[in-house]
């Protein structure tokens, strides 16, 4: 089976962090056997045609070199948000993604498989009219695409909706995005989720005892976006009353650094917070280990995004962390209250603070709500499960056109 992946954004060297559960999908789809490709957009001028691990990667070019830069780096509204003439790269991104859809679809494969549809299931149409309508369309949504629609552009909800409906099938990354797809249409949806690496992927588990002599360590990962909530987090810092030598290690990038470094002045705990960056796989390793909680205190952001799942927490109990995150978006299908972890209010830094006070008073439960929820995650969000759901999603698709 031929699939090929619309894509807004795939890595561009072997270190480049950019969706390495998808390049984990493809990975696994063409070891089965399948010839699963890519269809991304160019970068700042690079190259046409690629391999990544093995992978072919087709991009296609929408504007001079300098001036490839819409995706990447970034999500496009933010890039938007942050560079209104950046809007302008739009229509020739979408023109170009259509005639190369059309062009990749001459070769009709069995299945294109579009990742974020709001807009790529353009692109993914175009494969289909390419190949004579023999090819199947699946639609991935990832909850951003949606949230982003209803909260700032309600003027293209029937877009939105022609998204869906245009699919053979439909996948979501959650419970509380499928839900929301439902309300689009009535193409059979299923909830795929990113995938957690268990199997011989040679990461050491050591489930270190929380505190020991030393302070309580929290830990953040993520970008540094609104929706993570980070400052709220640096908040309930503050608020911890019986343990005022916490500290919090905060690991990734984005614009929002200087506002949670900002934050963390006013309120007294500086010195408390570190502000790594970016940082290797081995350096993000030992800190999943060294450290005692981590948390996730997402919250909407204004656009009314948050979470589509919290794959940062899949990775947190695979190394069997206690984990607190907020109760909202996908996060709740990773979680469950006081069975795997503790689920907060978003928002909230004092309902924050009491949850990492009860959970590191409490070191015996909360080793064991780490060690359920790192069960709970190998047995959902195993790779096996991940594929073998998106190949049931490929099935019916192929069902659905061949009828057609």
């Not at 023109?95 to 353009?122: F, K």
């Amino acid at each position: 089976m031929r699939i090929l992946h619309v894509v807004t954004a795939f890595p561009r060297t072997p270190e480049d962090p950019i969706t390495p559960w998808l390049v984990e999908l493809i990975r696994r789809q063409r070891a089965a056997g399948l010839d699963a490709q890519v269809l991304a957009p160019a970068y700042l001028g690079g190259p046409e045609r690629e391999a990544f691990e093995d992978i072919p990667v087709h991009r296609f070019r929408y504007a001079p070199a300098s001036w490839e830069m819409l995706t990447h780096d970034e999500t496009v509204p933010d890039r938007i948000r942050q560079r209104r003439y950046v809007a302008g790269l739009v229509p020739p991104y979408l023109a170009a993604g259509i005639r190369a859809g059309h062009e990749a679809g001459r070769s009709s494969p069995e299945v294109v498989h579009v990742h974020w549809p709001m807009p790529h299931a353009l692109i993914g149409a175009a494969v289909r009219r390419g190949s004579g309508g023999r090819t199947a369309m699946v639609c991935s949504y990832y909850s951003v695409e949606l949230n982003w629609v209803k909260g700032s552009m309600p003027r293209l909800m029937p877009f939105l909706r022609w998204t869906a409906r245009s699919a053979d099938a439909v996948t979501a990354i959650s419970t509380s995005t499928a839900d929301a797809v439902r309300q689009l249409t009535d193409t059979p949806v299923y909830i795929v989720p990113y995938g957690a690496a268990f199997e011989d992927d040679g990461l050491p588990v050591r489930c270190s005892a929380l505190r020991g002599e030393r302070p309580l360590r929290l830990l953040f990962v993520g970008r540094l976006v609104e929706r993570k909530g980070v400052e709220v987090l640096v908040r309930a810092l503050s608020a911890l009353s019986a343990f005022p030598d916490a500290e919090l290690t905060v690991i990734g990038t984005g614009e929002r650094a200087t506002i949670i470094e900002r934050t963390a002045r006013v309120h007294g705990v500086a010195d408390r917070v570190r502000m790594l960056g970016s940082v290797s796989r081995d350096r993000l390793v030992e800190s999943y280990e060294d450290h005692d909680i981590f948390v996730l205190p997402a919250v909407v952001d204004e656009k009314g995004d948050t979470e589509g799942l919290g794959v940062v927490l899949l990775e947190a109990l695979r190394f069997e962390r206690p984990v607190i995150a907020s109760g909202i978006g996908g996060i709740t299908d990773i979680v469950e209250h006081g069975r795997s972890g503790l689920l907060v209010p978003p928002g909230d830094s004092d309902a924050l603070a009491s949850a990492i006070e009860e959970m590191a008073l409490d070191p015996e439960r909360a080793r064991a709500m780490a060690a359920t929820g790192r069960e709970d995650v190998r047995r959902q969000f195993g790779w096996e499960r991940v594929v073998m759901e998106t190949s049931r999603a490929y099935r019916v698709a192929m069902e659905r056109r061949d009828g057609a």
